[in-house]
T-cell receptor
């Protein structure tokens, strides 16, 4: 079956620190991979995505590369800001063309302190 | 376009009562999803619609749960005879299905249910 495993939190970093949040997946087909972010008091919103192996998704300074050989999609940012404090969810989507459901990880809470 | 809206945002009810949540998706989106999220967990799929047709239901969706999307616009999720284990955030998301899309869900802010 399909599943996503992501790094346990919470994570606390100082401003300008380097961020990595690990995500690995199990899929029966050829999924698309996503990172969603949930800021306090808001709904989940797409941060970045990658649709095939070796694709790199990027947005707002965040990056993640779709690694089929290691079934991973780790989220990275070179220099975090206080405004990046949020919960980050890794997700996969399979069978988009025939109808699908998204599979989400448990979320990693990030707090960035000044 | 104001995005996906959900109502009510918070609902407190007593065990055994029925509750209904409403979701208004982004107007041009033909897919609508319901997810449930409990504390410390990621969203879990419940069901989804393409236009007015309910195409898939999770085994999490017991007989007490029913969802509709009349006319392919807004959707309702009803929980009958609520139990304390139903306490969760109920999330609605919509998407525009095209074969060439890679699938992005747009989420509402959720409806939080507390069953006493």
């Amino acid at each position: 079956g399909n599943s996503v495993t992501q790094m346990e939190g919470p994570v606390t970093l100082s401003e300008e620190a380097f961020l990595t949040i690990n995500c690995t997946y199990t899929a029966t087909g050829y999924p698309s991979l996503f990172w969603y972010v949930q800021y306090p008091g808001e709904g989940l919103q797409l941060l970045l995505k990658a649709t095939k192996a070796d694709d790199k998704g990027s947005n707002k300074g965040f990056e993640a590369t779709y690694r089929k050989e290691t079934t991973s999609f780790h989220l990275e940012k070179g220099s975090v800001q206080v405004s990046d404090s949020a919960v980050y969810f890794c997700a996969l989507s399979d069978r988009w063309d025939t109808g699908n459901q998204f599979y989400f990880g448990t979320g990693t809470s990030l707090t960035v302190i000044p | 376009d104001t995005g996906v809206s959900q109502d009510p945002r918070h609902k407190i009810t007593k065990r055994g009562q029925n509750v209904t949540f409403r979701c208004d998706p982004i107007s041009e989106h033909n897919r609508l999803y319901w997810y449930r999220q409990t504390l410390g967990q990621g969203p879990e799929f419940l069901t989804y619609f393409q236009n007015e047709a309910q195409l898939e239901k999770s085994r999490l969706l017991s007989d007490r749960f029913s969802a509709e999307r009349p006319k392919g616009s807004f959707s309702t999720l009803e929980i009958q005879r609520t139990e304390q284990g139903d306490s969760a955030m109920y999330l609605c998301a919509s998407a525009s299905y095209l074969p060439e899309n890679t699938g992005e869900l747009f989420f509402g802010e959720g409806s939080r249910l507390t069953v006493l």
